[in-house]
T-cell receptor
């Protein structure tokens, strides 16, 4: 059974500071996704990481994937209040060695990020 | 494109009632999924589909049925509602495994 664990679960940051959210997963996969959710809203896709060593950046957010360590990171640079939200990582289950995924996305618990002035 | 459309947005059911949550997408996506979101538990997969006529169970399928007769539609049926099914339900779709999922706006369901 695939398990996906995020830490920290709660993150309170000051504006202008840097921090990293970690996402560990328990079984082989090379497909990892990051989502953002604002309170009472749906999920918004942030990054799609499809191979070992993949790095994607958008504004103050940068995501990376290390499939050997089964670890993805979401790095926040110079946080601003608008980044306050819940961030989820999600891992695709690879059904066989050929890389066929049956769409079973497993989510982490989410990290609630609050950025203070 | 309207994206992923879920209806209704809010619903209150009595214990034992049945209902269908509707999900439709107009992007010709092959993959569709239903998730429920409960506080502190992230999103849990209920059922998913990799194409018309093909469905499979996720992590928490009990009490729910799905069918996928067309590419566009993926309804979720609650057979006999229970208070434990009070949750926010999200439908999602994606083109292929190389893309992230696009989520609908959600259905907030309360079972009393």
């Amino acid at each position: 059974e695939l398990k996906v664990e995020q830490n920290p679960l709660f993150l309170s940051m000051q504006e202008g500071k840097n921090y990293t959210i970690y996402c560990n997963y328990s079984t082989t996969s090379d497909r990892l996704y990051w989502y953002r959710q604002d309170p009472g809203k749906s999920l918004e896709s942030l990054f799609v990481l499809l191979s070992n060593g993949a790095v994607k950046q958008e504004g103050r957010l940068m995501a990376s994937l290390d499939t050997k360590a089964r670890l993805s990171t979401l790095h926040i640079t110079a946080a601003v209040h608008d980044l306050s939200a819940t961030y989820f990582c999600a891992v695709d289950l690879i059904a066989n060695a050929g890389g066929t995924s049956y769409g079973k996305l497993t989510f982490g618990q989410g990290t609630i990020l609050t950025v203070h002035p | 494109n309207a994206g992923v459309t879920q209806t209704p947005k809010f619903q209150v059911l009595k214990t034992g009632q049945s209902m269908t949550l509707q999900c439709a997408q107009d992007m010709n996506h092959e993959y569709m999924s239903w998730y429920r979101q409960d506080p502190g538990m992230g999103l849990r997969l209920i059922h998913y589909s990799v194409g018309a006529g093909i469905t499979d169970q996720g992590e928490v399928p009990n009490g729910y049925n799905v069918s996928r007769s067309t590419t566009e539609d993926f309804p979720l049926r609650l057979l006999s509602a229970a208070p434990s099914q009070t949750s926010v339900y999200f439908c999602a779709s994606r083109r292929t495994i190389n893309y992230g999922y696009t989520f609908g706006s959600g259905t907030r369901l309360t079972v009393v």
